[in-house]
């Protein structure tokens, strides 16, 4: 028996066990094939790292951790260490006081890179090259000092493997932007006379209705999207990388995942821009289809668990938006912990007691089930920074069956308790709901008489807010789930503020007309006249009819009228507050009145474009059709004569109400798991553990029909695997061994040419025009022998072009 030794020092890249097509093998990849490997690595902002929000270390690791000299050396090994095993390394939470260390010890080591700090001036390596459009983006940057932030995304890459084509800086705060179109030619955008982006651009300040969702976007967070040609490749080989970081709350999935469908689509533009500037020749595909644009990785701190909308988003490609809108979703706090105290548990089961210390070795076949298998492949960087493919052993390979069987219990118990906490969560949607503030009155019996649940803050709640500054409304809302809807400005800038929180001008009547039609848009609230007139006006209770005669002459004697009763067949009351209810053909009956009112509130909604369904006989005066032909004819009149230009966040709010939010890209998650078949979850149970939250939020996903997955790093799946010496607390992070509060993960996959299923390599040439017989085609032979595998002319002309690239490649490096 060794000592085990600790974790960060076992780490490598597993090899992957693929049923379907055999072991991985050298041969099979060395045909036409380029290996590349790259990581992801949230490496814990200096500024982020205290003792009160890292507690419960272990002293060890508190004099390590919180000692800036000890924990930077500690980072640039780990770093170090990373760079055997990968080629491109995405980084986030780099901030200033890192920054200058990494980008000397990465540099020495071989490493290009591009930074991307939030709001501020992207930084590159000097052997990184700019086109027009980043530096137009740099200059714009430039104008806007205040903010910048003191982290964000850097991508490092093996300058001897790589080389950066061009890059983009996405700026997630363009979200928020009301002046103009959010997905719009970035090149058009970008251009010296007119540099309006959201984040670069100092606006005066408005107060727009939604004003709540438009600062709930605001964050600062930044993605880097790097186009990167491998240098070694007899082909072109070009690779997008797209290193982010989202939103950290829980509570706010709706700024998530509207982060990332933005992101997605701008590496679609990005990639898109690429292909058509591609003048390589272009790839056959199996079905035959071509594609010349290059492959898209995306990667990064997403801050979303598995299977929650924005992990659903990426792996899917689609999802119901308006699961997680603001005015639908509520956040659950308890819930949350409930199912983090789970997590915890199942985890944390024996963490502490005394283990096996056997040593792992790569030569036999004795692996012990408390640890991860090291066994996998490195690339080895000579003192140059040349990397190589070369594996270490032949042996690499011989355990791997052995070691996926002693695992499986392990990696089932993985599973379930994925599926136990993340699988439960039901998201529906549910009747919107709604919270006003004491002022607005009349709008909240409004929204009553068009059967929207609507209460009113009351004077008591009211009272505590203004003199005392208790937000009662505020915590109404999260437990109702309900969206509030004030005249107040200043709640809007409140931290505890619901994010949803809709803001209303009550000097007129008409603004008040206005906001009600808006909201209901908003909102996608959709209008059945049938369930008209079925809250009561004063309290916001259930209106029902009352069939004793003797409460119905209790109510008509109780409202001064008790010779009504006679006259009427039908007497309604409130459940709630119990008010009575009666119709009067009268003119001047209050029944009257509200009638009156209700038939103003539905031709108002129907101009304004609200979505009506149903048209009862109460209603039969009403000419639908000419009320929205109405609606129609006095918006062209307000907007004749000027050009009209929506903004970003009217986009953005689109989105949330899509049933389909559909990405461009077909992804799979490097570490999901798969069951007969199909991807049921992901591998790792966490990648960020500290004594507050455990869980995975960071991800690599892939184009999974045009890249090959070889291996993945084999990271620690338990507490007891992080806990080197079986101390107390001594799986937290980050500690003595590793520098973050985050696991790196990474991957390792094949840019193969496509193959037929007789595995021939099949290029489109612009050398044979079309129609030539099949064995004039470059080609590499025939399996029956019927062709003699010996190069064509326009073969060996391509052999020789490359090998002039190539030496003219060596000469420049």
């Known amino acids: 028996m060794t000592t085990k030794p600790a974790w960060p020092d076992t780490l490598l890249i ?139 995304c850097a991508t490092f890459f093996c300058k001897k493997r790589w080389k950066c084509v061009k890059f983009r800086i996405v700026n997630f705060d363009d979200l928020a932007d009301e002046s103009r179109p959010l997905l719009e030619d970035s090149n058009e955008v970008l251009n010296k006379n007119d540099c309006t982006s959201s984040v670069l651009k100092k606006k005066k300040k408005s107060h727009s209705p939604i004003s709540g969702i438009i600062a709930s976007y605001k964050r600062r967070n930044t993605a880097l999207v790097v186009e990167l040609e491998h240098r070694i490749a007899s082909r072109a080989k070009h690779v997008v990388v797209a290193n982010a970081h989202l939103y950290w709350h829980p509570g706010y999935e709706y700024v998530k995942l509207s982060q990332a469908h933005y992101l997605v689509h701008k590496v679609k533009q990005f990639v898109d821009e690429s292909a058509k500037v591609s003048q390589s020749p272009v790839m056959k595909t199996n079905d035959d289809q071509s594609d010349n644009r290059p492959i898209v990785l995306i990667c990064g701190d997403m801050n979303s668990k598995p299977n929650s909308v924005v992990h659903q988003y990426f792996t899917q490609g689609q999802v119901d938006a308006r699961l997680v809108a603001p ?39 004795d692996v012990d089930i408390d640890q991860d298998p090291v066994v996998g492949v490195e690339l080895e960087c000579d003192s140059d920074g040349e990397c190589s493919d070369e594996k270490q052993d032949d042996n690499q390979y011989i355990c791997q069956d052995e070691a996926n069987t002693s695992l499986a219990n392990q990696d089932t118990t993985i599973s379930q308790v994925n599926e136990q906490i993340f699988n439960d969560r039901s998201y529906t949607i549910q009747p919107t709901r709604y919270l006003l503030d004491v002022t607005l009155n009349k709008f909240s019996r409004w929204l009553r008489i068009l059967g929207q649940d609507a209460v009113l803050e009351t004077s008591d709640e009211e009272k505590l807010r203004t003199g005392q500054g208790i937000m009662l409304l505020f915590e109404r809302c999260r437990n109702e789930k309900r969206n509030l809807i004030t005249t107040s400005k200043t709640l809007l800038v409140r931290k505890d503020c619901p994010p949803g929180t809709y803001l209303v001008n009550p000097s007129t009547t008409e603004s008040l007309e206005e906001a009600l039609v808006n909201l209901l848009l908003l909102h996608g609230v959709t209008l059945y006249p049938d369930d008209f007139l079925s809250r009561c006006v004063v309290c916001n209770g259930a209106i029902i009819e009352v069939f004793d005669r003797a409460e119905q002459k ?76 109405k609606g129609r004819m006095a918006k062209m009149k307000n907007q004749s004569g000027t050009k009209y230009h929506h903004g970003a966040i009217e986009e953005v709010v689109g989105w949330l109400k899509t ?4 990405s461009p890209f077909d992804l799979k998650s490097s570490y999901s798991t798969e069951r007969d078949g199909t991807v049921d979850g992901e591998l790792l149970p966490f990648t960020n553990v500290t004594s507050d939250f455990v869980g995975a939020l960071d991800y690599i996903f892939f184009e999974k029909k045009r890249l090959q997955q070889l291996g993945r790093f084999a990271v620690p799946k338990s507490f007891t695997n992080l806990n080197v010496e079986s101390e107390p607390n ?11 509060d985050h696991l790196c993960i990474g991957a390792k996959f094949s840019l193969a040419n496509s193959s037929n299923d007789d595995g021939n390599i099949q290029i489109a040439s612009a050398f044979v025009p079309p129609g030539m017989p099949t064995h004039l085609s470059p080609q590499l032979g025939c399996n029956c022998g019927c062709i003699p595998k010996i190069l064509s002319l326009f073969q060996m002309a391509e052999l020789r072009k490359q090998a002039k690239l190539k030496t003219a490649s060596e000469k420049l490096n």
């Not at 000299?69 to 500690?74: E, F, K, Q």
């Open 14 to 152: 597993e090899p992957i066990h693929d049923d379907s097509r055999g072991q991985a093998t050298k041969s099979d990849l060395k045909h036409g094939s380029v290996e590349f490997s790259i990581a992801s690595f949230n490496i814990l902002a200096e500024s982020y790292l205290t003792p009160r929000s890292h507690k419960n270390l272990p002293p060890s690791s508190a004099d390590v951790v919180f000692d800036k000299a000890l924990r930077r050396t500690l980072l640039c090994d780990t770093l170090e260490k990373l760079t055997k095993s990968f080629d491109i390394l995405c980084l986030q939470e780099l901030d200033h006081g890192l920054q200058d260390v990494v980008f000397e010890r990465l540099e020495n080591l071989g490493y290009s890179y591009v930074y991307a700090p939030r709001g501020g001036v992207p930084i590159r390596s000097s052997d990184v090259h700019m086109d027009d459009t980043a530096e137009m983006s740099m200059q714009v940057q430039n104008n806007s000092e205040e903010n910048v932030r003191s982290d964000g």
């Open 327 to 365: 005015w639908n979703f509520s956040y659950d706090e308890m819930q949350e912990q409930q199912e983090l105290a789970l997590q915890m548990e199942q985890l944390s089961i024996n963490v502490n007691a005394p283990q096996d210390q056997t040593a792992i070795s790569s030569s036999s076949c």
């Open 554 to 629: 209790a109510i008509f004697i109780e409202y001064g009228s008790p010779d009504l009763m006679e006259e009427l067949d039908h007497v309604y009351k409130c459940s709630s507050c119990e008010q009575g209810y009666w119709w009067s053909s009268s003119p001047n009956s209050s029944a009257s009145r509200v009638k009156d009112a209700c038939t103003h509130l539905l031709k108002l909604c129907l101009r304004g474009g609200v979505k009506v369904e149903g048209q009862p006989e109460f209603f039969s005066h009403v000419d639908y059709e000419e009320e929205r032909k």
């Open 659 to 662: 049933e389909n939010l559909c």
């Open 730 to 740: 001594g799986h937290l992070l980050p500690n003595k061994y590793w520098p973050s």
